[in-house]
């Protein structure tokens, strides 16, 4: 089975980004993909749930010896069940509440793709962080996600492939206009 439909791809330098419709789950072509969860890295969304849903009961254990994280930050842990390899948690910011957001949001995907290439890992998936449940405005967020990943890009020497995992379509519209924006797709 397919796990993924294409939307918009573009290939930057030697990374290609993606944007798609879909379960982050069940990327099983991508080595980690990123869980946006609290600050223990539990679940907080439906993204979350998939992603600890399939892992299973270890991803939670492993989780709790590096919880709790602050707003911004991104831990590596293993993948267990998942087609992936590892999973990155980030905490995003609480919209008015956690200070800087901006720069808390921006951080958490610098901060992810930092320690995807570090660890030598190709390729991420990412969901829309901190919209939802810590209620980032949509268009603010993806502005925010474009500027952090553009700015990154250009340092990056072991990730090759980027994909954006959307649950619906209007918030893959978003990213991707954000995305547009700054040269990106």
Known sequence: MPTKKTEMSKCIGRVTLECITGDISAQH????????????????????????RVAG?????????????????AVLTRGYNLPNAWVIHCLG??????????????????????????????????????IG??????SEAAAICARAVA???PHLARVKLIRFVFGGKEIRRQYEQALVSVGLL
């Open 29 to 52: 072509d991508i080595e980690a993909i990123v869980n946006a969860g609290d600050a223990q890295m539990l679940p907080v969304d439906a993204a979350g749930r998939a992603i600890h």
């Open 57 to 73: 009961p270890g991803l939670a254990d492993e989780c709790s010896r590096f919880a709790p994280i602050k707003p911004g930050d």
């Open 93 to 130: 910011p609480r919209y008015n509440m956690d200070e800087p957001a901006a720069a808390l949001l921006g951080d958490c995907y610098r901060y992810a793709l930092l320690v995807a290439d570090e660890h030598g890992i190709s390729s991420v998936a990412f969901p829309a962080i901190s």
């Open 133 to 138: 449940e810590f209620g980032y405005p949509l």
């Open 151 to 153: 700015g990154k890009i």
